[in-house]
């Protein structure tokens, strides 16, 4: 079975950036779609970013500018770069593998991103 684990959450200014890291203990190259979700207290979780094995990207029109997803499958890693961070991005980030044909479906532990005002 896979494992997906986040890093890189941590307490920032309004305006500052951080790098969120997936580690996946599996191979990534096949997976349909890598991505990114977020969860905010009293909020459902919502998806922040994805990109396929193709290295298409979608963003949430609430990110779109500010953040940018890619991954590096050689090392199995998804990376999450978040700019102009705003308070409204506080919550826990979620990475997910999802890959239909392989009954994939993997989250990870999460990480949690506080922006200060």
């Known amino acids: 079975q896979g494992q997906l684990v986040e890093s890189g959450g941590g307490l920032v200014q309004a305006g500052g950036s951080l790098r969120l890291s997936c580690a996946a203990s599996l191979s990534i190259f096949s997976i349909d779609t890598m991505g990114w979700y977020r969860q905010a207290p009293g909020k459902q979780r919502e998806l922040v970013a994805t990109i396929t094995s193709g290295y298409i990207t979608k963003y949430s029109d609430s990110v779109k500018g500010r953040f940018t997803i890619s991954k590096d499958n050689a090392k199995n890693m998804v990376y999450l770069q978040m700019n102009n961070l705003k308070p409204e991005d506080t919550g826990v980030y979620y990475c997910?593998?999802?890959?239909?044909?392989?009954?994939?479906?993997?989250w990870g532990k999460g990480t949690l991103v506080t922006v200060s005002s």
């Open positions: 997910n593998a999802n890959s239909p044909y392989y009954v994939i479906d993997y």
